[in-house]
């Protein structure tokens, strides 16, 4: 049971412009959210996190917002550079519980 | 930044070997950490949690004599795959919290590529 999903599996932006990458869970009890980006045969970096006490969070080029009502939430890059590709996985945890992460998708941006 | 090192990188062996993997935090310490395993294409799996001097806890379905984790420091979580077969090849990945809560990100190593001939 995926309870983090990522419907989309790649991306491609044209550099300069505004990447969005989407994530939908299930879990309402679900209560701090991380987004992370990977690149092959490399572990994840984190990115950017928001608890669910907030809507926005905004780190330089990196905004993530979360919808709770839609159970949805989504990273904006903007602008979207070269070295942003990659794959990025979103991940949402409950309380002290472990992170469950979705499926990861791959970001190309074109030169 | 939190740096986590594992190692080896890449592991390439015969059916029937037990092999070691390290993960360490170098900057912090992690009284927790985690061991993921990621098949292509798909997301990472948890597979355990390790908790410094206690008994890892296991997820449902993955095998705690198969899959022998040792948490001996708060800088220090190794998994052994004992007896390792085909099936077991895989990328396998740790990540580590820093102490301070169960608030803070974890932090990734680079992934263990496990290759059983």
């Known amino acids: 049971d995926q309870q983090v999903k990522q419907n989309s599996p790649s991306l491609s932006v044209q550099e300069g412009r505004i990447s969005i990458l989407n994530c939908d869970y299930t879990n309402s009890m679900f209560d701090y959210f991380l987004w992370y980006k990977k690149y092959p045969a490399e572990g994840p970096t984190f990115l950017i996190s928001?608890?669910?006490?907030?809507d926005k969070n905004e780190d330089g080029r990196f905004t993530v917002f979360l919808n709770k009502s839609a159970k949805h939430l989504s990273l904006h890059i903007v602008p979207s550079q070269p070295g942003d590709s990659a794959v990025y996985f979103c991940a949402a945890k409950a309380g002290a519980n472990n992170l469950f992460f979705g499926t990861g998708t791959r970001l190309t941006v074109i030169p | 930044g939190a740096v986590v090192s594992q190692h080896p990188s890449w592991v390439i062996c015969k059916s029937g070997t037990s092999v070691k993997i390290e993960c360490r935090s170098l900057?912090?310490?992690?009284?927790?950490m985690f061991w993921y395993r990621q098949f292509p294409k798909q997301s990472l799996m948890l597979m355990a949690t390790s908790n410094e001097g206690s008994k890892a806890t296991y997820e449902q379905g993955v095998e705690k004599d198969k899959f022998l984790i040792n948490h001996a420091s708060l800088t220090l979580s190794t998994l052994t795959v004992t007896s390792a077969h085909p099936e077991d090849s895989s990328f396998y990945i740790c990540s580590a919290r820093e102490a301070l809560g169960q608030r803070q990100p974890q932090h990734f190593g680079d992934g263990t590529r496990l290759s059983i001939l």
């Open positions: 928001i608890s669910s006490i907030k």
């Open positions: 900057d912090f310490q992690a009284t927790t």
